[in-house]
């Protein structure tokens, strides 16, 4: 049984950093693909950053990148988001999502459709 449990999400001062977990069971990430993807009231999901089990491959959004990066740790099962120099507009509801494609992870916009479990999200406010 496919599960993903995203954890870490608060509130935080615009300039600081969180650790978004997601931690998942039922599958190896060996061959397939784990994305993050955000949602704010009243605008549309979206991907945010992605990394591929087989090489360990990576994209990220270019509203994100420079500031967030994503992990693994294999041992632990769970997969990382870590975000630093956040903006008041990277307030959101975070998921994490497994897609099944083998090297699922491309370079370009990450599509929702393409990802089969989702985790049940986690809040990340950014506010003074």
């Known amino acids: 049984q496919v599960q993903l449990v995203e954890s870490g999400g608060g509130l935080v001062q615009p300039g600081g950093s969180l650790r978004l977990s997601c931690a998942y069971s039922?599958?190896?990430?060996?061959?397939?693909?784990i994305g993050w993807f955000r949602q704010a009231p009243g605008k549309e999901r979206e991907g945010v950053s992605c990394i591929n089990g087989t090489d360990g491959s990576t994209y990220a959004a270019d509203s994100v990148k420079g500031r967030f990066t994503i992990s693994t740790d294999n041992a632990k099962n769970t997969v990382y988001l870590q975000m630093n120099s956040l903006k008041p507009e990277d307030t959101a509801v975070y998921y994490c999502a497994l897609n099944h494609r083998i090297m699922g992870c491309n370079p370009g916009p990450l599509y929702g459709y393409e990802y089969d479990y989702w985790g049940q999200g986690t809040q990340v406010t950014v506010s003074s």
């Open positions: 039922g599958f190896s990430l060996d061959y397939f693909a």
